[in-house]
């Protein structure tokens, strides 16, 4: 059976840096975009030139793409022409193969916010589309506020819409701008709409999430005939986001009927990447990854219950709806007070280490787990340092090195300029093969700003480790968690800190102390014996 062609659009560079607390660097949006063609998206909205300094440099140093580029602006301003709009001159002059322009479709904000006549709304999307084409560029129309101008006055929003096709527009795209429509009414829409003439291979959907439906929405739209999707990587976007192409694109490519009916420019083997994809973006935002996302997250396949555990180690599809392995993601048997021999048994074989179902050890391992979580660890989110206890019981981890002493300090004084600054600085002495080495390491970041005696804690450990060191030269720290796990004079302070290295895996370590330095440190070191352990590296 043929497979109907369905075009993924991201708008990540544009939709996405209206997230609160997001603003891309060029060099940034230049890696993103480069990320985004290679797992096969149809087009790119790089964002608005003219419309700020940094789009406008992004454009002129944008990256050669097999993705159709595309400049995003709004359609021209009444009173002048076309030709003579310089806004729209911007974004013309960037010279991309493809201009969307976004216009008004719902009458209440013609009149209301523009300030203008219904009909001039529709001369404007004509003479817009018409300088588009005139100019060899792909066009497409955002008809802003479509659902609910559709729902206010059908006949006005689809005169919109007509307006942009006549003057041939290739893609009209239907946006659910305040993402309040629910999937049962975006279907029965599009449904309308095509019956109305806009053919659905000339129909996208754009939907923001709002009611947390944007992605529901979206295949609601494309069950009812749009053949274009519009989204973001992890869902970014304006208040609550954008439909979230993370979850939608493995949807299309694995779930029926769309994987039946439809293909796009994205591959199977692409699809792999996802995953590594959507932490990327995290990486550069410097935010910690949604341990819950579908496919992506850390957690979207991960069991804690004895029962899934057992049921997982005789036949994945128990507890699973795909592979992990086809989003590059990882399956994950956490282990906790709660765990059974089942857990403790598969999480042991997903880190590849073989062990006797009736070895006696299997217990012992439980028992210093159920020990431990009554001190304040946690491991069911720390992996890594429960296989390190694993490794330990079992006499399978070598000791790599010793920790002799450390020290931390941390300074409060003025600086050159008279202003108070903190200024920490730690030293570590460690044993690595009978021979002794010390380290020094103050935590000044580039901005001149003390970064904390945490991080002073882990540039020192890694500053000279000596044979281990091209092991542990690529890891870096990207989250740092702190919880006090009990009341008082007893209080306990649990820290979880999760690492990353050059190969993209990502780990969790844990370590509890009354001293938030020392938990700190703790799962520091067990963060970097963990990564020496799965490299393979031999104790020197």
Not at 47 to 63: I, K, Q, Y
Not at 273 to 283: A, E, F, N, P, V
Request: charged share 25%; with cysteine; aromatic share 6%.
């Amino acid at each position: 059976m043929t497979r109907e062609r369905l075009y993924i659009y991201d708008t990540t560079l544009r939709d996405g840096q209206q997230t609160q607390g997001v603003q891309f660097s060029v060099p940034e949006k230049v890696a993103i975009a480069q990320a985004l063609d290679a797992i096969g998206v149809d087009y790119i909205e790089g964002g608005w030139p003219g419309a700020n300094p940094t789009d406008s440099d992004f454009f002129a140093a944008r990256p050669a793409t097999r993705a159709v580029f595309t400049a995003f602006g709004m359609t021209k301003r009444a009173g002048r022409s076309a030709a003579n709009d310089d806004v729209l001159a911007g974004v013309m002059n960037a010279g991309t193969p493809a201009v969307c322009l976004v216009g008004k479709t719902h009458d209440y904000h013609v009149t209301a916010a523009l300030g203008i006549s219904l009909e001039e709304n529709l001369e404007n999307i004509r003479a817009s589309v018409a300088h588009m084409v005139a100019s060899g560029r792909e066009a497409l129309f955002d008809a802003e506020h479509f659902f609910d101008g559709y729902r206010a006055n059908p006949d006005y929003a689809l005169a919109c819409l007509h307006a942009a096709r006549d003057e041939g527009a290739r893609w009209i795209v239907l946006c659910d701008t305040n993402g309040g429509t629910l999937p049962a009414e975006v279907a029965r829409v599009v449904s309308e709409v095509i019956a109305a003439g806009i053919p659905g291979d000339r129909l996208g959907i754009h939907c923001h999430d709002d009611t947390g439906n944007a992605v529901a929405c979206s295949l609601a739209a494309v069950e009812a005939g749009v053949r274009q999707i519009q989204g973001t990587l992890n869902g970014l976007g304006e208040r609550c986001g954008n439909a979230n192409l993370t979850t939608l694109i493995p949807t299309l490519l694995l779930k029926e009927p769309f994987r039946s009916r439809f293909e796009t420019g994205i591959s199977e083997e692409a699809l792999r990447g996802i995953t590594k994809l959507s932490r990327k973006l995290d990486d550069i935002l410097n935010r910690v990854p949604l341990r819950f996302a579908p496919y992506v997250g850390a957690s979207a396949f991960a069991h804690k219950a004895g029962l899934h555990a057992s049921a997982i180690l005789k036949d994945p599809a128990t507890y699973e709806h795909i592979d992990p392995a086809q989003v590059g993601n990882t399956r994950l048997i956490p282990m906790s007070n709660q765990a059974g021999q089942s857990n403790l048994r598969a999480r042991l074989a997903a880190a590849g280490i073989e062990v006797d179902p009736k070895d006696p050890r299997l217990s012992r391992i439980l028992e210093v787990i159920k020990e431990r979580e009554d001190q304040g660890y946690a491991y069911d989110g720390a992996q890594a340092s429960f296989e390190l206890v694993a490794l330990r019981e079992l006499g399978l981890l070598p000791a790599y090195f010793e920790v002799k002493r450390y020290r931390v300090t941390v300074e409060r004084r003025k600086n050159r300029y008279d202003r108070m600054v903190s200024v920490s600085e730690a030293v570590v002495v460690v044993k690595v093969g009978g021979q002794k080495m010390l380290s020094v390491s103050e935590s000044m970041g580039e901005d001149g700003h003390d970064r904390g005696p945490v991080n002073a804690l882990a540039k020192a450990l890694a500053k000279d480790l000596g044979p281990y060191q091209a092991c542990i030269d690529d890891m870096k720290l990207v989250d740092f968690r702190v919880r006090i796990t009990q009341g008082g004079t007893e209080a306990v302070t649990r820290v979880i800190i999760d690492s990353e290295d050059g190969q993209g895996r990502r780990w969790s370590t844990v370590g509890v102390s009354p001293n938030i330095v020392d938990a700190s440190f703790e799962a520091l070191l067990d963060a970097m014996v963990w990564k020496l352990k799965r490299d393979g590296v031999a104790p020197a």
